[in-house]
């Protein structure tokens, strides 16, 4: 009995292939429960339109096209199952890993690895600030003193009205002499409105008026207008390099005509054949050692950066770190913003550094986080991260060349170019979205992402409707709404994450956080308003004569002011000479005679504009009263002083 068990054990466990089969054909020839094939048969031969009809049916109001291509295209962006998270693996593994190797090899202690960081930062933060501190020196000139740190777009004469009737306010206009310093890079500043020379209008271009003499009999010196941008103008004249800045001693030179045109060191210098109340000279034989070491300083910055981005795998370590040091580069090197002093510029970083840190935060929090988490290519995370933040970040030098000053309709309208730059970078725009789409289709989050851009949509079109206001998108909003779509490990979005990081950076540290919103009066400051022009009646030209001792005379009139306009401001050769209100006597504002002065035989241009209270609206063209005594009247439309140029700008009113 207990033999026949085991053996039955042993059957159990052990089945013999009989057995097996004869199990297998049992379970074959189990009879199966009923089914109707009939339903079935009849739904696989009906056509398919109807078949989905029921599927339909639960929004009638709907066609079934539009039903089924909805659905399709949600099934679509939903994406793969499960979702392919991106992952970029590194070329050449055993190069890129390398340098986590040799620190896993020889520092492998965190405390270690603590210490070892925080004396590279000291060692960045000596050189740094030693280079910069030799940067900003220079020694005593003479008598003058040590020289005065001044920006590209400084001038003894400020732009618009701002110098008063009779430039009373940017007195005295000889006499006085200046110990300056320039920074490098120089050549390139530009205005970005139109400002009138006579009958010409500059725009986006380099403000220098004047230069050597023909005649170099009684001054062989370059005599420069008041109101040229005077960094450009020592270039102009050889006193200073663009590539490397440097010093001078410049001095008022009082009332000046005839200031030629002429091309010097990389500068067109601009022609103005009438007399000017200011102008300068620079003196020759100054000695001065001054070098502007941004480049130098740039390379050192880039090599710590580098370095740092090759050893460290932390990512909050990497990006919080890089993100402090380039926007200190940007701030206080490449791209400062117009300060008085060395303290007032550091006053202005930290009031801008705190905030920008928060978006920062934010920026990593949610989106760069997830790109650099887990990444072992160090090379390339060097090359096009790293890379790309410091591109975006010296946008003043690396995207100079677009010629898109601001992204304003009026802007575009007025700048050479513009219309076709937008055109061209809107296409390539466009194309990288659609491949960052595909990304997050893969990765299943396309349906999040297209949910809070349609959000930002929304947004901009309640700012675009809101009455009074213009939507301004300055290149740091633009990297606040891009961010986000980057939010991925591949290798563009590296390179498109770090671009857009290095333009907040520039952004913020150049412009602070300007606003989203801005009204005309804003955006236009002194631009052309469009507003409604004098009409002058026939001027009265009296000449004189060898019979007459009185000087040539022209007497300009008006008729009566609309009640809109309070008066009338007039320009002779750019300079504000006369404010005639509608309560004035004895010609109640409507009348204003221009006296030639004796022994000047140029010709004279005369501007006209309406003011409202105090308020100078339009000018006119140059009208010419020519040196032979006769009129030509102003061409048709407005033309502007301005008083905003591209990177601040200054007046230089204290002079030694």
């Not at 390398?98 to 930062?121: C, M, Q």
């Not at 989050?445 to 297209?450: Q, S």
Request: aromatic letters at 12%.
């Amino acid at each position: 009995m207990a033999m026949a068990d085991r053996l039955s054990d042993e059957e159990a466990a052990h089945p013999t292939s009989g057995a097996g089969i004869r199990t297998s054909t049992e379970s074959l020839e189990r009879p199966h429960p009923h089914t109707d094939t009939t339903a079935s048969s009849s739904d696989l031969s009906a056509p398919r339109f109807i078949q989905e009809d029921g599927t339909y049916r639960k929004y009638p109001w709907i066609p079934t096209r539009v039903q089924r291509y909805s659905k399709a295209v949600a099934r679509w962006t939903k994406g793969p199952q499960p979702p392919r998270r991106q992952h970029i693996k590194p070329l050449f593994p055993k190069i890129q890993e390398a340098p986590i190797r040799f620190l896993d090899t020889y520092v492998p202690k965190k405390k270690a690895r603590l210490a070892l960081l925080l004396f590279f930062y000291l060692c960045w933060g000596l050189t740094f600030g030693l280079m910069l501190r030799y940067s900003t020196m220079a020694a005593d000139i003479g008598s003058y003193g040590q020289p005065v740190s001044i920006d590209c777009g400084a001038t003894f004469w400020s732009s618009g009205n701002s110098c008063g009737l009779q430039g009373s306010d940017c007195r005295p206009f000889e006499g006085t002499s200046l110990a300056f310093r320039c920074p490098a890079s120089c050549a390139g500043y530009k205005v970005l409105n139109p400002r009138a020379v006579g009958t010409q209008e500059i725009n986006y271009a380099s403000l220098v008026i004047g230069g050597p003499p023909e005649d170099t009999s009684k001054d062989p010196r370059a005599t420069y207008r008041g109101d040229s941008f005077l960094c450009q103008a020592a270039i102009h004249a050889g006193v200073i390099t663009d590539s490397e800045g440097g010093c001078g001693v410049v001095s008022k030179n009082g009332a000046a005509s005839s200031f030629t045109s002429s091309q010097a060191n990389g500068i067109k210098s601009i022609g103005f054949d009438s007399h000017f109340p200011l102008s300068f000279v620079f003196q020759p034989d100054v000695t001065c050692s001054a070098k502007d070491m941004r480049w130098p300083i740039l390379a050192v910055s880039v090599i710590f950066t580098s370095i740092l981005s090759l050893f460290v795998t932390c990512p909050s370590v990497f990006f919080f770190t890089i993100f402090t040091t380039i926007f200190i580069h940007v701030g206080l090197v490449s791209d400062p913003p117009t300060h008085s002093s060395i303290l007032d510029l550091l006053q202005i970083l930290v009031s801008r550094f705190l905030p920008a840190m928060f978006v920062a935060f934010v920026f990593y929090t949610f989106s760069i986080c997830r790109t650099l988490r887990g990444l072992t290519a160090q090379v390339e995370k060097t090359i096009l991260w790293l890379g790309g933040c410091w591109v975006g970040s010296l946008t003043n030098y690396t995207f100079d060349f677009i010629p898109i000053q601001r992204l304003t309709p009026h802007d575009l309208e007025q700048q050479p170019g513009a219309k076709a730059a937008l055109a061209f970078i809107a296409i390539i725009l466009i194309a990288i979205v659609v491949q960052q789409i595909w990304y997050f289709r893969l990765e299943g989050r396309l349906l999040r992402y297209l949910s809070f851009y349609a959000v930002i949509l929304v947004g901009i079109i309640v700012c675009i409707c809101i009455p009074g206001l213009n939507l301004r998108i300055h290149h740091y909003i633009l990297a606040i709404l891009l961010i986000p779509g980057t939010s991925m490990q591949t290798r563009p979005s590296l390179l498109y994450q770090g671009i857009l990081l290095g333009l907040f950076i520039n952004g913020i540290a150049r412009w602070g956080f300007d606003s989203l919103l801005q009204t005309d009066a804003a955006l236009l400051d002194d631009a052309q308003h469009n507003s409604k022009l004098p009409t002058l009646l026939p001027p009265a030209i009296k000449l004189s004569t060898a019979a007459t001792t009185s000087n040539s005379n022209i007497t300009f009139t008006w008729p009566d002011l609309e009640t809109s306009f309070d008066g009338v401001s007039i320009l002779v050769n750019d300079v504000e000479r006369f404010r005639g209100f509608v309560d004035d006597e004895p010609r109640n504002g409507r009348g204003f005679m221009w006296e030639r002065q004796p022994g000047l035989d140029v010709n004279e241009y005369f501007r006209f504009a309406f003011m409202q209270g105090t308020a100078t609206l339009d000018y006119t063209k140059a009208g010419t009263w020519t040196k032979d005594g006769k009129w030509v009247e102003m061409a048709p439309g407005p033309s502007r002083r301005v008083r905003r140029e591209e990177r601040g700008g200054g007046v230089l009113g204290e002079a030694r």
